[in-house]
């Protein structure tokens, strides 16, 4: 949205006026438009040419990082379960 103020001129803006700020709209427009396709023909790029180096990491890395996730999540639960019998409560079960 592009508003128009003649800041307290009290007055209507010529055609040439209204045209010179239309054209200036649709140049930033077309601007912008260039400038998000340039990036987003970059981020496909880098995302293709990263893609080998993904499959690797997961090939390689995968069961260590579930191994690693699922240590988390016991820790918490641990956690969970001492301070709810610190509290009086029953402690969480796998259910």
Not at 5 to 27: C, H, I, P
Not at 64 to 77: G, K, N, S, T
Request: a negative charge.
């Amino acid at each position: 949205m592009v508003c128009l103020n003649t800041l307290g001129q009290d007055r209507e803006f010529s055609e040439d006026e209204k045209q010179f700020a239309l054209k200036t709209v649709k140049m930033y427009k077309d601007t912008w438009d260039a400038l998000e396709k340039k990036n987003l023909d970059n981020d496909v790029k880098l995302y293709l040419q990263h893609g080998d180096f993904d499959r690797l990491y997961r090939d390689h890395y995968i069961t260590r990082d579930e191994l690693r996730l699922e240590e988390i999540i016991e820790e918490a639960i641990a956690a969970a379960n001492s301070q709810q019998v610190a509290d009086g409560e029953d402690p969480l079960t796998e259910e």
